[in-house]
């Protein structure tokens, strides 16, 4: 087993070079390489935020600012399980906010937090995009609307017991 995964961390250190070396001093590739990289290894750790700076010609700084800016992007390892929850105008008013509060109690995370376990991540998003459906959520990415804060858990619960 551990031959298999040193395999696996090799061939993702062997992309994430190719990655930078395509778009070596290309400052504008920035959002394109963060995107590519955190693909191949799920976030976007200190280290590897420091290496695509060199390689782009960018301050660190300017990394650390895109990845925060835009909710896409994590710094911290993200679980199985990637829930975001909107709290946009429509979800707000129809109560989101008590099914941020529901989950974060159920599971005992805050928004931004993933589980020890590893497997649930959450996320408060400025809107999904789906106010029809308010208010709703999205688990790796399938939306999930006209949801209560017992349906959520429900939904999350079926995902945690690879029912969906």
Same mark, same amino acid.
Do not use: W
């Given at each position: 087993?551990?031959?298999?995964? =040193?395999?696996?961390? %090799? ?6 070079? #190719?990655?930078?070396?395509?778009? #070596? ?6 959002? =394109?390489?963060?995107?590519?990289? %955190? ?6 750790? *200190? ?28 710094? %911290? ?28 109690? #159920?599971?005992?995370? #805050?928004?931004?937090?993933?589980? =020890? ?26 939306? *999930? ?20």
């Amino acid at each position: 087993m551990a031959i298999v995964k =040193e395999k696996v961390q %090799q061939e993702t250190i062997e992309q994430i070079e #190719k990655v930078l070396t395509k778009h #070596k001093g290309d400052s504008e590739a920035l959002i =394109e390489v963060l995107h590519q990289i %955190q693909q191949l290894v799920g976030y976007l750790p *200190h280290d590897l935020q420091k290496k695509i700076a060199d390689q782009l010609e960018v301050a660190p700084g300017e990394v650390a600012s895109v990845i925060s800016f835009y909710a896409h992007f994590s710094d %911290q390892p993200r679980g199985k399980f990637q829930v975001a929850l909107c709290k946009g105008t429509a979800c707000y008013v129809k109560g989101s906010v008590d099914i941020i509060n529901k989950i974060e109690q #159920k599971y005992d995370i #805050k928004a931004g937090e993933t589980t =020890e376990d590893g497997l649930l991540s959450l996320d408060v998003v400025r809107c999904l995009g789906a106010c029809g459906l308010s208010p709703v959520m999205t688990v790796n990415g399938k939306a *999930h609307g006209m949801i209560n804060p017992e349906k959520a858990i429900n939904i999350i619960e079926k995902y945690l017991r690879n029912e969906m």
